[in-house]
C-alpha cells in the first residue's frame, strides 16, 4: 500500500480538523438533538436554554474530553510498546498493564479511596504502582530459556491477564456494597464522567505523550533491535525502564477515567503505520491523534446507537478490535512471531 | 605508539563456559586487523566487548587510553562503531533515515539532526554506493545492499574505531573489493583502526595489515598478517589440508585441498 509522505504538520493539522468535526457531531448527537448553533452557543456560554448548556458543557463536553485524551494515552503506550517490544501485537491490554491498573484501582475503591483531589490521586499512584509490577510480571514470565520470546509474552500477558481479572471479580464478590460502581467501571466507559476526573488525567497524558514523541529516535533504533540501538549510543536500559513508568502512567491514568478499554492500544498504532508509515517521528504524534479521534467516535457511537441506555465504550472497541486483530495475526510474518 | 584499544586478562561468557578466555590485545590506531577463525570461536563476541554491549566478568578495556566504562553512552559511540553480523531488516524506515541514525551520539534529547547531518549521511551513503537507495525502505534490500546501508551508518558516526563484524560475507565481488577498498581509504585518509573478521582469508591478506587468529575463545596468534597467515597456521586452525598458490606478482592465496 502507498503511504502518504505529506509534511507530518499539515497531517496533524488535518487530524485536528477531522477530531473538531467529530466533536461537534458528538456534542450534537445523544438522547437531546442539539442543533450545531445551539453548541456553538452554548459553547460560547451565550445560550439561554440553561438545561441544554448544562447537558452540552457538564455531561458531553467532558466525555468528549475524557475519550480523546485517553484514547491518546491508549494508542501512544500501544505504539511505544509495539517498538519496546518489537512485537506488532503489544499493547496495554495483552501486556497485563491495563489489568494490574484496573487491579490497583479496584483495591483503592474497595479500601475507600475515593473521594476529592486527593482520593483521585492516591487511587490513581495506586493503579500506576500495579500496572508496572503486572507489565514487568508479563514480561519476566514471557523469557523463554532467558531469551525474550513474542509468543512467550503474548501467552503470559494473557494468562496473566485473566488471573488479575479474576482477583477483580474476587474483589466484588467480597464486596457487594461495591459492585454496581466497581463492574461498570471494568466495563471500560465515559459514562458521568466529571470534570474532576478529567482535569486530573489531561495534564499529565498530554506531557507522557509529549515525552514519548521526544523519544522517536530511540524508539526507531530499538525497533531494529538492541544490540544495534546500544551501537549507536543510546542508553537501552534507562531508555525501556522510563518508557515502561511512563507508559504505565498514561494507562493508570486512563484505566481510572474509563476502566479498561481493549484493543485502542493495537488498531489505532498499526492503522497510522499502514496509512503514514513506520517512522516514529511522526507515529507518535500521529497514532495519539488517531487514538483521540478513534476512542471519540467509539464513545459517541456507544451512547448513540441504542435508543434507551448505552454500551459501554470498551464492548465497542472490542467489537471492531476482536476482528481486526485476528486479521494482523494473520498477516504478520512468521519471524516476527517469535 | 600508543596503541589506540587494550584489552588486558579479558574474560567473557554468556552463561558458564568462557566465550573469550584470557584475551590479551593492543591495536595500534590506523591499522586494519583482519580477525580469522573457525564459527563459533568468538569474533562477534569480542567486538561486542570492545563496544560495551557485552560485559566482561574479567579484565579491562581501553579506548585511547581511557577505561571504557568511563564513558557516556554517546561518547563511546563517537569513538567506537559497529556493524553487526546480523541485522533486523524487517522495519520500513528509509535508508536515508536509516543512515542518519549514525548521527545520534552527535544529538542531543532537544538537538535533533540539522543540515550538518544529512550532509554527512549524504557523503557516508555515496560512498557505500546506497545513495541512490535514499528513498526506499530498508526492508527492499538485498543482503548486500543492506549490508553497505549498515557500514554507511558506520561510517556516519565519524569514529576513529569501526567495528566489522564480517563486512564483505554477503556481497558481491564487485562490492567485497569496493568495501575493502573503502575501509584502506578511509585508514589512509581518516586515520581510522578498523577490527574486522573476515572469513576469506585471501581477502584478509589483501587487506589487512594485522592479523587476529582466533580459536576455543583464545587468541592464538596476533602479528603482520603477512608472517601469521601462515601455511600451518592455517591447517592447524582450521584441521584442514591447505593448497598454497603463488601468482607473478608474489602473492599468496590459500584453497582447501579437495
Ligand atoms: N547470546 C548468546 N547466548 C549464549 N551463547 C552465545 C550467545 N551468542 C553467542 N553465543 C555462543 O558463543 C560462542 C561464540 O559466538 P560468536 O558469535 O562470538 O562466534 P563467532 O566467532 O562470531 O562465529 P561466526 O564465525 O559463526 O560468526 C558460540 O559458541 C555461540 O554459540
Ligand atoms: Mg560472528
Same mark, same amino acid.
Given at each position: 500500500m502507498k503511504k502518504i509522505t505529506g509534511k507530518t504538520g499539515y497531517i496533524m493539522l488535518a487530524l485536528f480538523v477531522l477530531w473538531l468535526l467529530c466533536a461537534m457531531v458528538s456534542l450534537t448527537m445523544g438522547a437531546a438533538q442539539v442543533t450545531v448553533k445551539e453548541v456553538v452557543s452554548a459553547l460560547m456560554g451565550q445560550s439561554s436554554d440553561s438545561s441544554l448548556s448544562t447537558i452540552i458543557m457538564d455531561v458531553r463536553l467532558p466525555r468528549i474530553v475524557g475519550a480523546t485524551v485517553v484514547g491518546m494515552a491508549l494508542a501512544t503506550s500501544g505504539t511505544s510498546m509495539q517498538a519496546l517490544f518489537r512485537n506488532p501485537m503489544a499493547d496495554p491490554f495483552i501486556l497485563g498493564t491495563s489489568s494490574g491498573a484496573a487491579l490497583g484501582i479496584a483495591v483503592g475503591m474497595v479500601l475507600g479511596i475515593y473521594s476529592g483531589m486527593l482520593g483521585f490521586g492516591l487511587i490513581s499512584i495506586m493503579g500506576f504502582i500495579f500496572a508496572i509490577a503486572a507489565t514487568m510480571l508479563v514480561m519476566s514470565l514471557g523469557r523463554i530459556s532467558g531469551r525474550m520470546s513474542n509468543t512467550g509474552i503474548l501467552l503470559s500477558g494473557i494468562v496473566v491477564s485473566s488471573f488479575l481479572l479474576s482477583i477483580i471479580s474476587l474483589l466484588y464478590v467480597f464486596n457487594h456494597d461495591k459492585i454496581a460502581s466497581i463492574y461498570l467501571w471494568t466495563m471500560g466507559g465515559f459514562n458521568g464522567v466529571s470534570w474532576d476526573k478529567i482535569q486530573l488525567i489531561t495534564l499529565p497524558i498530554i506531557i507522557g505523550v509529549i515525552f514519548l514523541s521526544l523519544k522517536a529516535r530511540e524508539f526507531n533504533a530499538i525497533t531494529l533491535g538492541e544490540d544495534y540501538a546500544a551501537g549507536i549510543g543510546m542508553n537501552v536500559e534507562g531508555f525501556k525502564k522510563t518508557t515502561m513508568i511512563v507508559t504505565a502512567m498514561l494507562v493508570a491514568f486512563s484505566v481510572f477515567v474509563s476502566g479498561i478499554i481493549g484493543f485502542v492500544g493495537i488498531i489505532v498504532p498499526h492503522l497510522m503505520r499502514m496509512i503514514f508509515g513506520v517512522d516514529h517521528k511522526r507515529m507518535i504524534l500521529l497514532s495519539a491523534m488517531g487514538g483521540g479521534i478513534f476512542l471519540l467516535v467509539c464513545d459517541t457511537l456507544s451512547r448513540v446507537i441504542l435508543q434507551s441506555g448505552e454500551i459501554p465504550v470498551g464492548i465497542v472497541t472490542s467489537l471492531f478490535g476482536a476482528p481486526f486483530f485476528l486479521l494482523i495475526l494473520r498477516r504478520t510474518k512468521p519471524e516476527n512471531m517469535l | 605508539m600508543n596503541p589506540i584499544i587494550t584489552l588486558k586478562?579479558?574474560?567473557?561468557?554468556?552463561?558458564?563456559?568462557?566465550?573469550?578466555?584470557?584475551?590479551?590485545?593492543?591495536?595500534?590506531?590506523?591499522?586494519?586487523?583482519?580477525?580469522? +577463525?573457525? $564459527? +563459533?570461536?568468538?569474533?562477534?563476541?569480542?567486538?561486542?566487548?570492545?563496544?560495551?554491549?557485552?560485559?566482561?566478568?574479567?579484565?579491562?578495556?581501553?579506548?585511547?587510553?581511557? #577505561?571504557?566504562? /568511563?564513558?557516556?553512552? @554517546?561518547? =563511546?559511540? @563517537? %569513538?567506537?562503531?559497529?556493524?553487526?553480523?546480523?541485522? $533486523?531488516? $524487517?522495519?520500513?524506515?528509509?535508508? %536515508?533515515?536509516?543512515?542518519?541514525?549514525? !548521527?545520534?551520539?552527535?544529538?542531543?534529547?532537544?538537538?535533533?539532526? $540539522?543540515?550538518?547531518?544529512?550532509?554527512?549521511?549524504?557523503?557516508?551513503?555515496?560512498?557505500?554506493?546506497?545513495?541512490?537507495?535514499?528513498? !526506499?525502505?530498508?526492508?527492499?534490500?538485498? +543482503? +548486500?545492499?543492506?549490508?553497505?546501508?549498515?557500514?554507511?551508518?558506520?561510517?556516519?558516526? /565519524?569514529?576513529?574505531?569501526? =567495528?566489522? #563484524?564480517?563486512?564483505?560475507?554477503?556481497? #558481491?565481488?564487485?562490492?567485497?573489493? %569496493?568495501?575493502? !577498498?573503502?575501509?584502506?581509504?578511509?585508514?589512509?585518509?581518516?586515520?581510522?583502526?578498523?577490527?574486522?573478521p573476515i572469513h576469506d582469508i585471501n581477502l584478509a591478506i589483501q587487506f589487512s595489515d594485522l592479523t587476529i587468529i582466533m580459536n576455543k575463545g583464545k587468541i592464538v596468534e596476533y602479528g603482520e598478517t603477512r608472517e601469521t597467515i601462515s601455511h600451518t597456521n592455517i591447517e592447524n586452525l582450521y584441521d584442514i589440508k591447505v593448497k598454497q598458490v603463488v601468482d607473478a606478482e608474489e602473492n599468496i592465496y590459500y584453497f582447501p585441498a579437495i
Open positions: - | 586478562d579479558l574474560s567473557f561468557s554468556y552463561e558458564k563456559d568462557w566465550i573469550l578466555d584470557d584475551i590479551n590485545l593492543s591495536v595500534p590506531k590506523g591499522a586494519f586487523v583482519a580477525v580469522i +577463525g573457525p $564459527n +563459533g570461536c568468538g569474533k562477534s563476541t569480542l567486538l561486542k566487548t570492545i563496544c560495551r554491549m557485552l560485559l566482561p566478568q574479567k579484565g579491562s578495556i581501553q579506548i585511547k587510553g581511557k #577505561d571504557i566504562n /568511563q564513558y557516556g553512552h @554517546r561518547e =563511546l559511540a @563517537r %569513538e567506537v562503531a559497529i556493524v553487526h553480523q546480523h541485522a $533486523n531488516a $524487517n522495519f520500513g524506515l528509509t535508508c %536515508e533515515e536509516m543512515v542518519m541514525m549514525g !548521527r545520534y551520539p552527535y544529538q542531543t534529547t532537544w538537538k535533533w539532526e $540539522n543540515k550538518e547531518d544529512s550532509k554527512i549521511a549524504k557523503e557516508c551513503m555515496i560512498y557505500c554506493g546506497v545513495w541512490e537507495f535514499r528513498r !526506499r525502505s530498508m526492508s527492499e534490500l538485498s +543482503g +548486500g545492499e543492506f549490508q553497505r546501508l549498515m557500514i554507511a551508518k558506520a561510517l556516519a558516526q /565519524q569514529t576513529e574505531i569501526v =567495528l566489522m #563484524d564480517e563486512p564483505v560475507a554477503s556481497l #558481491d565481488l564487485k562490492y567485497q573489493i %569496493e568495501i575493502l !577498498r573503502l575501509c584502506k581509504k578511509l585508514i589512509n585518509e581518516k586515520g581510522i583502526t578498523i577490527i574486522a
